[in-house]
């Protein structure tokens, strides 16, 4: 059976941590990246299970010549890393942990949630809904209000998870090594909570997570992250939440409407087109 990971080609996001467990499970598989377009075709032609990405296609051979291949495409991100996880040896067959594991994992995509709503919000464009960027004068903002309110117990949350269990999320499992699947969630949460803040914010943030930096640090230097990372590092984004001079803002107040036009139109005629070349 080959599998195939799908998400967008501007970074790292709600795939990252299905790779990172192909990547500590050994386990082959294809990294397709897309660009908006592409998702657009994918979406309006039924190709996505609820919309969206990442989705985990599934292909599977038959036959003595391999000439009769099915093909079943699956979403939602934290049920494709559940999976990957299972594949790939890294998801707990104790069932006290296993329950652990995936509220751990739900936390991490509640985590990223609250981030990316920094960055991005919820519009009907088209007569659809779509995530469209914020102005960058409202990203500092959002992000500065997560950083000084929620995301503080966030981590408090994840320390706490990893200080019951002695360092690591799958304290009873004797069939899975260090790192689980949720070990992975939480580096992460962290190391894509470090992108978009200044040193000294992410220094202030973790200067009492004595866990969160164990981990971090334990997971860093496997030979398997290291490959993968010099592949897909994580990346300084702080410029993308800096302060925005006056003359910027000017322009962003009439650039982004008609971004949002342009998204619009897109979202309203791409599935006339896509219906126009199935019926030529």
């Keep these: 059976m080959a599998l ?14 299905p790779r990172l467990i192909f990547a500590v499970g050994g386990v082959e598989y294809t990294d397709e990246l897309i660009g908006y ?33 099915e093909e079943e495409i699956f979403g939602q991100s934290c049920s494709i890393a559940r999976y990957v996880a299972k594949v790939s040896n890294l998801y707990p067959t104790n069932d006290v942990d296993a329950l652990r ?11 990223l949630d609250l981030y990316y709503d920094c960055y991005f919000e919820r519009k009907i464009l088209g007569g659809r809904m779509q995530m469209v960027p914020r102005k960058p ?12 309110s929620e995301l503080g ?15 690591q999320v799958c304290v009873g499992e004797k069939n899975v090594e260090f790192p689980c699947w949720a070990d992975l969630a939480i580096y992460d949460v962290v190391k894509t909570l470090e992108g978009p803040m200044t040193k000294e914010a992410f220094d ?22 290291q490959k993968h990372l010099k ?18 803002r000017t322009i962003h107040r009439v650039l982004f409407p008609l971004v ?8 309203r005629f791409s599935p006339r087109i896509e219906q126009g070349k199935k019926s030529n």
């Excluded at 195939?4 to 941590?17: A, C, P, Q």
């Excluded at 117990?153 to 360092?167: I, K, M, N, P, S």
């Excluded at 342009?262 to 979202?267: A, E, R, T, Y």
């Design 231 to 248: 592949k897909y590092p994580y990346v300084d984004l702080s410029h993308m939440f800096a302060r925005v001079p006056l003359w910027k």
């Design 37 to 69: 377009s592409q998702y657009l075709k994918m979406r309006d032609t039924g190709m996505l299970p609820w919309g969206q990405v990442p989705v985990l296609t599934m292909t599977t051979t038959e036959g003595k010549s391999g000439s009769k291949q």
């Design 4 to 17: 195939k990971l799908t998400y967008f080609s501007d970074g790292k996001g709600r795939n990252e941590l």
């Design 137 to 148: 004068a409202e990203r500092s903002v959002r992000l500065g209000a997560l950083v000084d």
């Design 101 to 111: 594991s995936d509220a751990v994992v739900d936390a991490w995509r509640d985590t």
């Design 204 to 225: 202030k943030l973790m200067e009492d997570k004595t866990m969160l930096k164990s981990l971090v640090a334990r997971i860093d230097p496997l030979e398997t992250i």
């Design 260 to 267: 949002e036009l342009v998204l619009s139109i897109k979202s």
């Design 153 to 167: 117990e966030q981590f408090a949350r994840f320390e706490r998870v990893l200080e019951a269990g002695d360092g």
